[in-house]
C-alpha cells in the first residue's frame, strides 16, 4: 500500500498546549497537504507544502517537510478548545491530483 | 466564491436497493472531481475520479459506479447495496488546470447507513 502513516494515532493536551502531528509516506511527492475534519463533517484543507519546500506557517500552524526522510510534521501552537478534530496528511503525487490520505490523528484540546 | 453541494446528509437503506448521492460545485469551471469513502475512525479512502466530462477512473474494484453528467456534477450510485457499502462518502474537487500542486475541497459528506 502506498498509504503513509500518522503518529500518534490520538493526542490529549491542555489549552495553551503546542500539539505536534508527524506523517511518514513512501511514494515520491510533488506536494504534502495537511487536512482537518471536524466530527461528523467534511476536510477542510490547512496547508500545502511543495516537495522543494522546507517549512510553511500560516497564523498559529507550521509544517515541515524532509523530503530525504519522506516526513511531515504539523505543529499547532498554542492550542484551544476549537482546535480539536482529526488531522490528516495527504500525499500529492499526480498531475491529475489525487490525493492519498493517512490515517489521522485525533487531536482532543482539553479547555 | 467557490462551493460544493452534497446530498443527502444521511442516508439508510436496505440490502439490494439502488443508490444515488449527487455532488455538484458551484462557481468554478473544469475541476476535478473525487468521491471518497470513509469508514469510521479511518482516513479516506479515493473510489472514482474525473477529471472531465464523462471520464472517470476508478482506484477499487467494487459494487459502485460513478458518473460525470455535466462539468460541475459528480454522481455515485449502485444498482444493489451491500453491507460494506455502509461508511461516510465525501465528494470533493480541485482545480484542474496544475492539478499536481492544488488543495481539495470537500463537501459536507453523506453518512450512508445498509440495514
Known amino acids: 500500500s502506498q498509504q503513509g502513516e500518522e503518529d500518534p494515532q490520538a493526542l490529549s493536551i491542555q489549552e495553551g498546549e503546542n500539539a505536534t502531528m508527524n506523517c511518514s509516506y513512501k511514494?515520491?511527492?510533488?506536494?504534502l497537504q495537511w487536512y482537518r475534519q471536524n466530527s461528523g463533517r467534511g476536510l477542510v484543507h490547512l496547508i500545502l507544502?511543495?516537495?522543494?519546500?522546507r517549512e510553511k506557517h500560516s497564523g498559529r500552524l507550521r509544517v515541515t517537510l524532509d523530503t530525504s526522510k519522506k516526513s511531515s510534521s504539523l505543529l499547532i501552537t498554542a492550542s484551544r478548545a476549537a482546535d480539536t478534530a482529526s488531522y490528516f496528511c495527504a500525499q500529492g503525487s499526480s498531475n491529475t491530483g489525487k490525493l492519498i490520505f493517512g490515517q489521522g490523528t485525533t487531536l482532543q484540546v482539553k479547555p | 466564491s467557490q462551493t460544493i453541494h452534497q446530498w443527502p446528509a444521511t442516508l439508510v437503506q436496505p440490502v439490494g436497493s439502488p443508490l444515488s448521492l449527487e455532488c455538484t460545485v458551484e462557481g468554478t469551471s473544469n475541476p476535478n472531481l473525487y468521491w471518497y469513502r470513509q469508514a469510521a475512525g479511518r482516513g479516506l479512502q479515493l473510489l472514482f475520479y474525473?477529471?472531465?466530462?464523462?471520464?472517470i477512473s476508478s482506484e477499487v474494484p467494487q459494487n459502485l459506479s460513478a458518473s460525470r453528467p455535466q462539468d460541475r456534477q459528480f454522481i455515485l450510485s449502485s444498482k444493489k447495496l451491500l453491507l460494506s457499502d455502509s461508511g461516510f462518502y465525501l465528494c470533493?474537487?480541485?482545480?484542474?488546470?496544475?492539478?499536481?500542486?492544488?488543495?481539495?475541497?470537500f463537501g459536507d459528506g453523506t453518512r450512508l447507513s445498509i440495514l
Open positions: 511514494t515520491s511527492i510533488n506536494n
Open positions: 470533493a474537487w480541485s482545480g484542474g488546470q496544475g492539478a499536481s500542486n492544488q488543495p481539495q475541497h
Open positions: 474525473s477529471v472531465g466530462i464523462g471520464q
Open positions: 507544502i511543495r516537495s522543494n519546500e
